[in-house]
T-cell receptor, first 113, second 110 residues
Framework: ETGVTQSPTHLIKTRGQQVTLRCSSQ?????VSWYQQALGQGPQFIFQ???????GRGNFPPRFSGLQFPNYSSELNVNALELDDSALYLC????????????FGPGTRLTVT | QKEVEQNSGPLSVPEGAIASLNCTYS??????FFWYRQYSGKSPELIMF????GDKEDGRFTAQLNKASQYVSLLIRDSQPSDSATYLC??????????FGTGTKLQVIP
């Protein structure tokens, strides 16, 4: 167990809807990164939050957005859901002052129908 | 060329043998390298990280890095059936962005 928690565990949404996923980082960590993992693929970097600001973004459209709160927890919001958004969404926490080891939460399985 | 290349496998080894997992990468500027283990339906678990050329050992695991040849490998000694999983190679870049390969599926046969 890494101490990173995510909610909900599973989610089913309809195309066009909006979804919010939540993540609580490991104690002592101040940076949260979000990844999307499609079946049979490696995780793909969505974006990272540090000090409540977006601190790097992967190749994802603006309908993917996020927040980080003063307690370092984070949200991932996805608008106008598409079928291809069906995936495992992973949150990883790390400490910016050290090296880059990132520790993942259990993930949220999103299914878009 | 993909940023991180791994053979998807499956790599099958008998119990007690050494499993050798390999990964090549394209970005010569990469500074940090990670191996994650992912069981089916679970999230990735960090098992090794390495930053300098050479070998790094932790229990039954040894990570090997050769920056000149742009490859990183993971050796698992005395492989156990519980080691059966997908092993993800990953590189650290700017903003702590981590780029993953697609993973190698390892099967340890009892």
């Amino acid at each position: 167990e890494t101490g990173v928690t995510q909610s909900p565990t599973h989610l089913i949404k309809t195309r066009g809807q909006q979804v919010t996923l939540r993540c609580s980082s490991q104690s002592g960590h101040n940076t949260v990164s979000w990844y999307q993992q499609a079946l049979g693929q490696g995780p793909q970097f969505i974006f990272q939050y540090y000090r409540e600001e977006e601190n790097g973004r992967g190749n994802f459209p603006p309908r993917f957005s996020g927040l980080q709160f003063p307690n370092y927890s984070s949200e991932l919001n996805v608008n106008a859901l598409e079928l291809d958004d069906s995936a495992l969404y992973l949150c990883a926490s790390s400490f910016s002052g050290g090296v880059y080891e990132q520790y993942f939460g259990p993930g949220t399985r999103l299914t878009v129908t | 060329q993909k940023e991180v290349e791994q053979n998807s496998g499956p790599l099958s080894v008998p119990e007690g043998a050494i499993a050798s997992l390999n990964c090549t990468y394209s970005d010569r500027g990469s500074q940090s390298f990670f191996w994650y283990r992912q069981y089916s339906g679970k999230s990735p678990e960090l098992i090794m990280f390495i930053y300098s050329n050479g070998d790094k050992e932790d229990g039954r695991f040894t990570a090997q890095l050769n920056k000149a040849s742009q490859y990183v490998s993971l050796l698992i000694r005395d492989s156990q059936p519980s080691d059966s999983a997908t092993y993800l190679c990953a590189l650290g870049g700017g903003y702590q962005k981590v780029t993953f390969g697609t993973g190698t599926k390892l099967q340890v046969i009892p």
